[in-house]
C-alpha cells in the first residue's frame, strides 16, 4: 500500500514537499514515480527512481525544479517541488512496481501496478 501526503494551496513561486509511504511487503525491490492528473488531463508521469536511488527521471515540465528521492530504510520516497507554477496544479500519486534490479525504472504509469491515493496540489498565481 501507498500513501501520500504533503499537498497544500501555494503560491507560485513557493515550494512543497510531497510523501509517499509504502506498507506491506516491501522485502523486494521497487521502483517509485510520481505522477499527477491535472482537471480535464490524462495522468502523466512527472518523475521517477530506481530502488538504488542512483537512477532517476524527470518530465521536461519539472526538469530543475522537481527533485524525487527515497529512503528505503524508512519506506519513503518523496518528491521536493520548488518554483511551483500555477500549471503544476494537480492531484500528485505516487506509484510502485517490483523490479528485477537496483536501477530500473519505468516512467509509464501503464508499468506500475501499486497506486496511492493521491494527494491535491494547488499553486495560486
Known amino acids: 500500500q501507498l500513501q501520500a501526503s504533503g499537498g497544500g494551496l501555494v503560491q507560485a513561486g513557493g515550494s512543497l514537499r510531497l510523501s509517499c509511504a509504502a506498507s506491506?511487503?516491501?522485502?523486494?525491490?521497487?521502483?517509485l514515480g510520481w505522477f499527477r492528473q491535472a482537471p480535464g488531463k490524462e495522468r502523466d508521469v512527472v518523475a521517477a527512481?530506481?530502488?538504488?536511488?542512483?537512477?532517476?527521471y524527470y518530465a521536461d515540465s519539472v526538469t530543475g525544479r522537481f527533485t524525487i528521492s527515497r529512503d528505503n530504510a524508512k519506506k519513503m520516497v518523496y518528491l521536493q517541488m520548488n518554483s511551483l507554477k500555477p500549471e503544476d496544479t494537480a492531484v500528485y500519486y505516487c506509484?510502485?512496481?517490483?523490479?528485477?534490479?537496483?536501477?530500473?525504472?519505468?516512467?509509464?504509469?501503464?508499468?506500475?501496478?501499486?497506486w496511492g491515493q493521491g494527494t491535491l496540489v494547488t499553486v495560486s498565481s
Open positions: 506509484a510502485a512496481r517490483l523490479v528485477p534490479d537496483f536501477e530500473t525504472y519505468y516512467d509509464s504509469e501503464v508499468e506500475y501496478r501499486y
Open positions: 506491506g511487503r516491501t522485502d523486494r525491490s521497487y521502483a
Open positions: 527512481i530506481s530502488w538504488s536511488g542512483g537512477s532517476t
